[in-house]
C-alpha cells in the first residue's frame, strides 16, 4: 500500500485547512487510517483515526472538537479536516495505514506516506 498526503500549507490561527491522504494497492487488507503530526523537536504523535470499514473514529483530546477525520472509500482516500487552527498545531503532518493493535502508537503501522506541512501563524 503506497500513501500519499496532500493540503498542507500556510494559514493564520483561526483558519482551515483540509488534508487528504490517498492510497493505492492492496487497500482492501487495510484496518484503518491514521493521521499523525511531528513538531521540531517532538516525537511523532497521534492525531486521529478511523476504520476503514464502519464508523468508529479516534480523536487526540488536544484537536477533538477541531479536527474531523472521514474517508471516502470509493476514492480510497482519507480526509482530515482541521478547523480553528492554532500555532500549537504546527507540524508535519503524516498519514499512517493499518495498524494492528494500537491504534494510537507510531510503532504499530505498518504503511507511512510522505509529510505534508502545516504552518500556523499567530
Known amino acids: 500500500v503506497q500513501l500519499q498526503a496532500s493540503g498542507g500549507g500556510l494559514v493564520q490561527a483561526g483558519g482551515s485547512l483540509r488534508l487528504s491522504c490517498t492510497a493505492s494497492g492492496r487497500t482492501s487488507s487495510v484496518n484503518n487510517f491514521s493521521w499523525f503530526r511531528q513538531a521540531p523537536g517532538k516525537e511523532r504523535a497521534f492525531v486521529a483515526a478511523v476504520r476503514w470499514r464502519g464508523s468508529p473514529t479516534y480523536y487526540a483530546d488536544s484537536v477533538r472538537g477541531r479536527f474531523t477525520i472521514s474517508r471516502d472509500n470509493t476514492k480510497d482516500t482519507v480526509y482530515l479536516r482541521m478547523n480553528n487552527l492554532q500555532p500549537e498545531d504546527t507540524a508535519t503532518y503524516y498519514c499512517?495505514?493499518?495498524?494492528?493493535?494500537?491504534?494510537?502508537?507510531?510503532?504499530?503501522?505498518?504503511?507511512w506516506g510522505p509529510g505534508t506541512q502545516v504552518t500556523v501563524s499567530s
Open positions: 499512517a495505514a493499518d495498524s494492528q493493535h494500537d491504534i494510537y502508537s507510531r510503532n504499530d503501522y505498518n504503511y
